[in-house]
């Protein structure tokens, strides 16, 4: 079974590693499958990510994005540039959104059509999870999501599952348990559910 979202943690093949701050870069590329991001909202970060990306073609550019919990003032420019980035490259985003999708979502309307990119961590409407879709973008959903009042409508849309956790021991048992329960949810095997993902993750993970 797949990790769509995991932070670095001892070495596991079958997640999508990603980072948040420019000091993790040297170690992520350990990981089969990576990306670099930074959440510090400092553009003088994107020319780091852009390094990498030219050096690394398997590299994504994530995670990024806007959150509600810190200062706003560079985040939605920052953002923005990280898009540039990706249409640049033609490199795929892993997003952090916390709050400020009015934003988000404008700067798709600009900038659209940008390369595949992943939500991560999503927690809010069954309509905004549409409205990614619409964009080409994808839901990824950690355990938390199981609290929210959408949480079954959600797994009618496609979907990948994650941990959102340092890879390792705690990391691959939370990921089995939650398999069981969205393949529960569902009405199918874990096995299946696995198969559904492992075909739909290619777009990020070839």
């Known amino acids: 079974m797949f990790d769509m979202h995991a932070h670095i943690g001892t070495y596991f093949q079958d997640a999508l590693v990603a980072t948040s701050k420019i000091e993790e870069f040297d170690d992520v590329k350990n990981f089969k499958y990576h990306s670099y991001g930074s959440l510090s909202f400092i553009n003088c970060d994107l020319n780091l990510i852009e390094e990498e990306i030219k050096k690394d073609d398997l590299g994504l550019i994530g995670e990024v994005g806007l ?25 795929s985003l892993i997003i952090h959104l916390v709050g400020h999708q009015d934003v988000f979502f404008n700067l798709l309307d600009l900038y659209s059509p940008i390369p595949p990119f992943l939500v991560h961590g999503f927690t809010s409407s069954f309509e905004s999870a549409k409205r990614i879709i619409n964009y080409g973008g994808y839901i990824s959903l950690s355990p938390r999501t199981e609290k929210t009042k959408d949480f079954k409508k959600l797994l009618k849309l ?28 569902l009405g199918i095997l874990p096995s299946v559910l696995e198969e559904i993902i492992d075909d739909r993750r290619t777009i990020f993970t070839p």
């Open 158 to 185: 496609p979907f990948f599952l994650e941990t959102d956790m340092p890879t390792g021991d705690d990391e691959t048992k939370t990921l089995k348990l939650w398999y069981n329960k969205v393949s529960e949810e």
């Open 67 to 91: 959150d509600k919990r810190f200062d706003f003032s560079n985040q939605a420019t920052f953002f923005e540039n990280a898009i540039k980035l990706s249409k640049k490259y033609d490199r």
